[in-house]
């Protein structure tokens, strides 16, 4: 008994690791949540950026897809907010996001009034110069957030927005979901492998 949980421990570490390394990868991304809303709300986004680099991250710029209305940011401590046409700019004072660190900005925007898909592109500044530029397609290394916007009942809602000062802005975050369709391929990949591993050794015990 005790060989056979040696050998199906051996045979999970490998699955284990896969998963957890295309995990991180697929989480590593710069993201806008939520990626779900409605027809002409004011919804409280959130913004998170992950530093993937040695080099701290010392600055972000997103543009405000077009039918998009920027209308409030929540102060960072240690970053400065400036707005040009559709740009928006967070900037460090201070030391930035450090390697394997993230930061959330939060702010809120007026949906367009046509259901459809909006991108956020997103342009992330390095300390040691370097940029990426998070713009690309879906399935790309470098993928824009996209928030796909549905038809709401009244046209209107402004129920999932900031503007009820009650709720904490911080709350739109809960439904952010970082993980791209690679990290739910990466998922099965390795289920299949461990499915394979196990068959594979029942049929060498037999």
Same mark, same amino acid.
């Given at each position: 008994?005790?060989?056979?949980?040696?050998?199906?421990?051996? %045979? %999970?570490?490998?699955?284990?690791?896969? =998963?957890?390394?295309?995990?991180?990868?697929?989480?590593?991304?710069?993201?806008?949540?939520?990626? %779900?809303?409605?027809?002409?709300?004011?919804?409280?986004?959130? =913004?998170?950026?992950?530093?993937?680099?040695?080099?701290?991250?010392?600055?972000?710029?997103?543009?405000?897809?077009?039918?998009?209305?920027?209308?409030?940011?929540?102060?960072?401590?240690?970053?400065?907010?400036?707005?040009?046409?559709?740009?928006?700019?967070?900037?460090?004072?201070? +030391?930035?996001? %450090?390697?394997?660190?993230?930061?959330?900005?939060?702010?809120?925007?007026?949906?367009?009034?046509?259901?459809?898909?909006?991108?956020?592109?997103?342009?992330?500044?390095?300390?040691?110069?370097?940029?990426?530029?998070?713009?690309? &397609?879906?399935?790309?290394?470098?993928?824009?957030?996209?928030? +796909?916007?549905?038809?709401?009942?009244?046209?209107?809602?402004?129920?999932?927005?900031?503007?009820?000062?009650?709720?904490?802005?911080?709350?739109?975050?809960?439904? &952010?979901?970082?993980?791209?369709?690679?990290?739910?391929?990466?998922?099965?990949?390795?289920? =299949?492998?461990? =499915?394979?591993?196990?068959?594979?050794?029942?049929?060498?015990?037999?």
């Amino acid at each position: 008994m005790n060989n056979l949980l040696r050998k199906l421990i051996t %045979l %999970l570490m490998p699955s284990a690791a896969l =998963l957890l390394l295309f995990t991180a990868v697929a989480s590593a991304h710069v993201t806008v949540a939520p990626a %779900l809303s409605g027809t002409g709300a004011w919804e409280t986004y959130t =913004l998170k950026v992950p530093s993937e680099k040695d080099s701290a991250t010392i600055q972000i710029d997103l543009r405000i897809p077009q039918g998009a209305e920027f209308k409030q940011y929540e102060p960072s401590p240690g970053w400065e907010v400036t707005i040009e046409g559709n740009k928006v700019s967070w900037k460090a004072t201070g +030391e930035g996001i %450090l390697a394997g660190q993230f930061q959330r900005f939060y702010f809120t925007a007026k949906n367009p009034d046509t259901a459809g898909d909006i991108a956020w592109d997103a342009y992330q500044h390095y300390a040691d110069g370097s940029l990426v530029q998070w713009s690309g &397609e879906e399935g790309t290394d470098t993928p824009h957030a996209v928030t +796909e916007i549905v038809q709401s009942a009244s046209g209107h809602d402004h129920s999932h927005g900031s503007m009820n000062m009650e709720e904490p802005v911080h709350e739109a975050g809960d439904a &952010e979901s970082s993980t791209s369709p690679a990290g739910y391929v990466a998922l099965g990949v390795s289920i =299949l492998a461990l =499915l394979l591993s196990i068959v594979g050794l029942f049929r060498r015990r037999s």
